[in-house]
Structures are given as C-alpha cells and as structure tokens.
C-alpha cells in the first residue's frame, strides 16, 4: 500500500478548516493530521517509504471523499446493464468527479431485471474487496418497484408493486446484503411491516415516488422511515391544505433530505428555506445521475426509455426530467456558490451520507483511523486528484504518481 504525507494543503472536515495542515496516510487509513506548525517534520519526511507531497503555497484543498447514495449511470453505463464492466466504469468515471463512495441505483423493472443487478453487484463488490479502481461500490439503492404510480416520474408503472417484505427479504439474501436504502411510497403499504422489514435487515426507509398525504409520512417516520428521496421530485407537493410528502418532509425532524443541487430539479432559490428549516446535518447532495454523466448531449436510455439530454438536462419525450447529469464535482461547487461554508459543504457532500450508511466511524470525514478517502482540490473546487483507502485513483497532476 502507498504511504503520503502531504504538507500544506489546506484542510477541509465537518465542522472545521485547517488553513494550513499536514495529512499523513498509512495502510488506507489516515493516521494523523493537523496544523502544519505542529508537525515534527524531520521524524516523518525521513521515512524511505513514505512519499512527502509538498504543496505548500499551491492554494489546493483537501476534503474527503464525496459520497453520492443515488447514481444510475455515468459515462455511459447504467446499474441496470447488470455487468461487472458497466459498475467498473461508473466507479472509475465518478473518481474523477470526486466521488469516493456509492450506491449503485437501480430502477423500476422486471423483478428478473433487477435480480440480474443485484445479484452483479453482490459478485463485483465480492472482487473488489481486492482492488481498488474507482469509487467504492459501498451497495444497492433499491429505487423501485415499490412506488406509486401516481408519482412515477421516469419509472416504469408497468412494473410497480405494493411493498412487499418477503420480496426485499428475498432480493436483499440475492444481493449478499448490500441493498443498503429502499425508496418506497408509504401509502401503498399495507402497514408497518415492510418498514420494519427494512430496518432489521439495516436498509434505510426512504420516501419517495410517493403521491401521501401529510398524515400518511408522519405515520411512516413515526414507523421509522428515515430519509426522503430527491426532496420536490416525484412526490406530492407542498399545499397548505396538506402538506404532502415534500412538506412533510420540511417539518419532520426525523427525516433527512436528498438534494438534487443541479438548478434542473427544482429552483435553487429554495435551499436556503431547506437550510433553515432541516439544518445541514439532515441534508444530502446526491446526483440520481445517469449514463449520460460525462458524456455530453444526445440520446440515451434509462429503464428501457429514450432520454434526450441537452444542456444540464435529461427528459423523456414528453419532457418529464429523467435523472440527471449532474457530478458531485458539480454539487459541491454549487453548493458554495449557494453561502455555505466549507466544512458544511462537506457534510453535505460526505459526512451525512455516511452517517446514514452506518459507516460514520469510518467513512466522511478527515479524521484518525478513518480510511484515506481523500479528493484534492485546486483553487476552484476543481477535483486535482482522488485517493480511495490511500490508493491513487484519479490524477489531473502527474507528481502525485511521481
């Protein structure tokens, strides 16, 4: 394994910035970091085998790796492809972008569709605990069948499906228990059970595709739904006559929001009324991207529909948005540009998602013992390189190899 200590970079965690630090990283964790001044160089830079990366006085940035929980495809692969090589080029096209972490997103379809996924994902995930070249598949967001038609957005109704427990028992025993968040609409459910399925087998409830009514979401999280999926999209709205899901999910503490920061899915004037109300620890940029991320205009598909993509946006024929092609490159920058802080783009971007996987003690953030998942940044939140468990998976600079 590669060893580094990188002097001077500025550093970025949840709830602090470091101007002017030291990061040293050792067999995949990081195993110290700190202001620059109170390093003892001479006793670190001496060691053979540790490569010293001066970037004192280069205005470059180090964050921790982002985290996206809703892809479906990037670089013209989609999860649902249910190939080793589509899940190899999404992880190695999302290092670029300075994603460290995901969660492969699968869509509405045949149940033998998303077996065939699932079960993809167990074998490759099975393999890379023994490579690194990309981002880390950290498993499956189940995005589907259990949605509602009502609110379908660019899922198939033909293949929905009320919440069905021994359905996800069966899929999550398929997928070697990597489904880690479902999204579901509530009000299709028969009662709790499926919720409850859910939060023994360790998956995250998350509402979304949902047409429920106020009453119906506090019934859910008072159930144990946790999260709300891409908060405005496929969902019925704020009223105030009835809240809805989206204004449910304002008000609700319990619940934790994906956030789509694209400018496409909803106006961006709106995230400092979700700021105020959820506070950054109860919000995640995710991207919901698919296979046309990093590609560029033209025409592609997701779950076995025609997508036009032009610009930063993706719609089907009848103009209903389809994904998105948004990076979490992007998501940060914009981010910032919206007011916050450094160290809550972070939490934004890494620390919460963690936390909603359980990997809060491992994964999101710069800290002893965690796993070197680092993105270096230039001076316009650009990512200059990306590190998974302290490998090099990802360079725009050649003296990072050197």
């Known amino acids: 394994m590669s060893h580094y200590l990188f002097l ?19 067999d995949g964790e990081i195993r110290a970091f700190g202001p620059l001044d109170a390093l003892r160089t001479e006793r670190l ?3 053979s085998a540790r490569k010293v990366v001066d970037l004192r006085g280069s205005r470059l940035t180090v964050i921790p790796g982002m985290i996206d929980m809703h892809i479906h495809g990037a670089y013209g692969a989609d999860v649902m492809d249910a190939t080793p090589e589509a899940l190899r080029v999404i992880a190695e096209g999302l290092a670029k972008d300075g994603t460290t972490g995901f969660l492969a ?21 099975e393999h890379a605990k023994s490579a690194t070249f990309g981002a ?32 996800i028992l069966n899929w999550q025993h398929l997928s070697g228990g990597l489904i880690r ?6 009000e299709r459910a028969a009662d709790d059970a499926f919720i409850k399925t859910l939060l023994n087998l360790g998956i995250v409830p998350s509402i979304g595709h949902s047409d429920a009514h106020h009453a119906e979401v506090v019934s859910a999280v008072r159930a144990g739904a946790r999260q709300v999926t891409h908060l405005f999209n496929g969902m019925r709205p704020l009223h105030h006559r009835d809240p809805g899901v989206a204004g449910t999910a304002l008000i609700e503490d319990d619940l934790t929001v994906e956030l789509i920061l694209d400018g496409v899915h909803w106006d961006l004037s709106l995230f400092k009324l979700v700021y105020r109300q959820k506070g950054i620890d109860k919000m995640l940029a995710i991207t919901d991207a698919m296979r046309a991320r990093g590609l560029g205009d033209g025409t592609y598909t997701l779950g076995g529909e025609i997508v036009h993509v032009e610009g930063k946006r993706a719609t089907l024929g009848d103009g209903t948005l389809a994904g998105s092609v948004l990076s979490m490159q992007e998501a940060f ?3 910032y540009r919206l007011g916050l802080p450094l160290s809550d783009v972070v939490r934004l971007t890494s620390t919460n998602a963690a936390r909603q996987l359980g990997l809060s003690r491992k994964k999101g953030d710069i800290a002893v013992g965690y796993d070197a998942d680092i993105v270096l940044l230039d001076g316009d939140y650009q990512v200059v390189a990306t590190l998974v468990r302290g490998e090099v ?10």
């Open 105 to 125: 997103t699968t869509m509405t379809a045949p149940p033998r569709d998303i077996e065939a996924a699932l079960k993809n994902v167990r074998d490759v995930h």
């Open 393 to 402: 998976v990802y360079s725009a600079v050649g003296w990072l190899h050197g």
């Open 136 to 167: 880390t598949l950290l498993g499956v967001h189940l995005e589907g069948p259990f949605l509602s038609p009502e609110r379908a957005g660019a899922q198939s109704k033909a293949y929905m499906l009320p919440p069905d427990s021994a359905l």
């Open 333 to 335: 920058q914009n981010a």
């Open 45 to 47: 830079v001496s060691d």
């Open 8 to 26: 001077g970079p500025r550093l970025v965690r949840a709830g602090e910035e470091i101007p002017e630090g030291y990061l040293l990283l050792e």
């Open 181 to 186: 968040q479902v999204t579901f609409a509530p």
